[in-house]
């Protein structure tokens, strides 16, 4: 069919904004847009799969939105072909705006549906996870998210780097945007979907990839579900990600910062359990200066050997009476000695970063200012616990307000 019998959605212009639509007029109950950037090759087989799950559990109740930033690859007039076969996708072709996160939101922008979605248009999202999203959604969740890091998630084969830039950018948005980011446990996800209501009538300004965290920074968010999926290789085409997409997102966590002004942690700070967990760090202050005392004064080791051992000691302690005290309450809903070693393994991970930060510490101020060395030791171990402390909450021990 030539394409100009078939019509391309019009772009909205202007600002990035979804408007409430009336229950009566909430036909379809789903909108799920698809950002697309050089995807000619993948586009035509998500959709078939897309089409055929939600022909047969919500038919005729759902539209498909292919955003496509006018691509090289002309994966907008693929789609378009599409359109004379399947009667619920919709076509829309930018030109001038660009970008994941404001594709899907232009493409929300002309969705009629009551529940919003997206998911990449790659097939590294199985779009059998769909289902489970949407039936969170009908239960009353807000925002149901795919994630890769609860029971029955996962990435293929990623990369041992790939996996540290991911897990680093979460631990970075952590330290932001703690109220924000640590609220699930794949911030990172661009899988899910969210009920309109929450995120209607709110100005978003997304940059770059994560879309997720621009729905969780500005929407009104109370119950989050997750459902655990395996990220698949890629198999044709290429990931869209650079060097610059880690500069947005950090541009990205710095803005929503500012739009939340003042941190809801700061209210909400767990004062009685930043206080046990204190009261736990001294306990391994002492652990580490006697070990630090045996192994540097009266067994010889050199300095570092005995700050490193003395410190890996402490560590060990204060995970003991952190998961028994501190957090205990976190620690039983989450039983089971695979359990308790994950959290360990993450818990000595974080610290051993702190024990980094804390001989950088204790070398620049002991050899750069002179300061004494006991002195030193005791402003990095001040430092280093409220990193610790903050970091671990959110990762460790972490049970994010969602239910599975
Ligand atoms: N319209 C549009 N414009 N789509 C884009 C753009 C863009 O500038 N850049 C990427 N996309 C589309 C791709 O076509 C694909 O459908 C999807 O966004 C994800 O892009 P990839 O380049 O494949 O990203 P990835 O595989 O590294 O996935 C990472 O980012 C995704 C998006 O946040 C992972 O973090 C995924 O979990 C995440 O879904
Ligand atoms: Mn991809």
Same mark, same amino acid.
């Given at each position: 069919?030539?394409?100009?019998?078939?019509?391309?959605?019009?772009?909205?212009?202007?600002?990035?904004? +979804?408007?409430?639509?009336?229950?009566?007029?909430?036909?379809?109950?789903?909108?799920?847009?698809? *950002?697309?950037?050089?995807?000619?090759?993948?586009?035509?087989?998500?959709?078939?799969?897309?089409?055929?799950?939600?022909?047969?559990?919500?038919?005729?109740?759902?539209?498909? +939105?292919?955003?496509?930033?006018?691509?090289?690859?002309?994966?907008?007039?693929?789609?378009?072909?599409?359109?004379?076969?399947?009667?619920?996708?919709?076509?829309?072709?930018?030109?001038?705006?660009?970008?994941?996160?404001?594709?899907?939101?232009?493409?929300?922008?002309?969705?009629?549906?009551?529940?919003?979605?997206?998911?990449?248009?790659?097939?590294?999202?199985? *779009?059998?996870?769909?289902?489970?999203?949407?039936?969170?959604?009908?239960?009353?969740?807000?925002?149901?998210?795919?994630?890769?890091?609860?029971?029955?998630?996962?990435? $293929?084969?990623? $990369?041992?780097?790939?996996?540290?830039?991911?897990?680093?950018?979460?631990?970075?948005?952590?330290?932001?945007?703690?109220?924000?980011?640590?609220?699930?446990?794949?911030?990172?996800?661009?899988?899910?979907?969210?009920?309109?209501?929450?995120?209607?009538?709110?100005?978003?300004?997304?940059?770059?990839?994560? +879309?997720?965290?621009?729905?969780?920074?500005?929407?009104?968010?109370?119950?989050?579900?997750?459902?655990?999926?395996?990220?698949?290789?890629?198999?044709?085409?290429? $990931?869209?990600?650079?060097?610059?997409?880690?500069?947005?997102?950090?541009?990205?966590?710095?803005?929503?910062?500012?739009?939340?002004?003042?941190?809801?942690?700061?209210?909400?700070?767990?004062?009685?359990?930043?206080?046990?967990?204190?009261?736990?760090? =001294?306990?391994?202050?002492?652990?580490?200066?006697?070990?630090?005392?045996?192994?540097?004064?009266?067994?010889? =080791?050199?300095?570092?050997?005995?700050?490193?051992?003395?410190?890996?000691?402490?560590?060990? %302690?204060?995970?003991?009476?952190?998961?028994?005290?501190? =957090?205990?309450?976190?620690?039983?809903?989450?039983?089971?000695?695979?359990?308790?070693?994950?959290?360990?393994?993450? =818990?000595?991970? +974080?610290?051993?970063?702190?024990?980094?930060?804390?001989?950088?510490?204790?070398?620049?101020?002991?050899?750069?200012?002179?300061? %004494?060395?006991?002195?030193?030791?005791?402003?990095?171990?001040?430092?280093?616990?409220?990193?610790?402390?903050?970091?671990?909450?959110?990762? $460790?021990?972490?049970?994010?307000?969602?239910?599975?």
């Amino acid at each position: 069919m030539t394409r100009n019998l078939l019509s391309l959605t019009p772009t909205p212009k202007g600002i990035l904004q +979804i408007n409430e639509r009336s229950p009566v007029h909430l036909h379809p109950l789903f909108s799920l847009v698809i *950002p697309t950037y050089n995807e000619r090759q993948t586009i035509e087989p998500l959709i078939g799969k897309l089409s055929h799950l939600l022909d047969s559990s919500i038919p005729d109740d759902y539209e498909l +939105i292919v955003v496509d930033d006018n691509s090289p690859d002309e994966t907008w007039d693929v789609a378009l072909q599409l359109t004379a076969v399947y009667p619920h996708l919709k076509v829309m072709r930018r030109d001038g705006e660009n970008g994941l996160s404001s594709a899907v939101v232009r493409g929300w922008q002309v969705a009629q549906g009551q529940i919003l979605g997206v998911i990449d248009a790659d097939l590294q999202h199985p *779009p059998t996870v769909l289902l489970e999203l949407l039936q969170a959604a009908l239960h009353g969740a807000d925002l149901a998210v795919a994630s890769r890091h609860v029971e029955g998630g996962g990435v $293929s084969e990623w $990369s041992i780097a790939r996996r540290s830039l991911s897990r680093g950018a979460q631990v970075l948005g952590l330290i932001v945007l703690p109220d924000v980011v640590g609220r699930v446990s794949d911030p990172m996800s661009g899988y899910f979907v969210v009920q309109r209501a929450a995120i209607a009538n709110q100005s978003l300004n997304p940059k770059g990839y994560k +879309i997720l965290l621009e729905v969780l920074g500005r929407g009104s968010i109370q119950q989050i579900a997750e459902v655990g999926y395996v990220f698949q290789e890629r198999t044709e085409g290429e $990931s869209k990600v650079t060097w610059r997409h880690y500069l947005d997102y950090v541009q990205h966590l710095i803005r929503l910062r500012w739009h939340r002004r003042f941190p809801q942690t700061l209210f909400k700070f767990p004062i009685g359990r930043f206080v046990r967990f204190a009261v736990v760090g =001294f306990s391994g202050v002492f652990v580490d200066y006697a070990v630090f005392y045996l192994l540097f004064n009266q067994a010889g =080791f050199s300095l570092n050997v005995s700050n490193v051992l003395s410190a890996e000691t402490a560590i060990f %302690n204060n995970f003991l009476w952190n998961d028994a005290w501190t =957090f205990s309450d976190l620690a039983q809903r989450q039983l089971g000695w695979q359990a308790r070693g994950k959290r360990f393994l993450k =818990f000595n991970l +974080i610290c051993l970063a702190g024990l980094l930060l804390n001989t950088a510490m204790v070398n620049v101020l002991v050899r750069v200012f002179g300061v %004494n060395v006991y002195l030193a030791k005791f402003v990095a171990i001040a430092l280093v616990t409220i990193w610790n402390f903050g970091v671990n909450l959110k990762l $460790s021990w972490r049970v994010t307000d969602v239910q599975r």
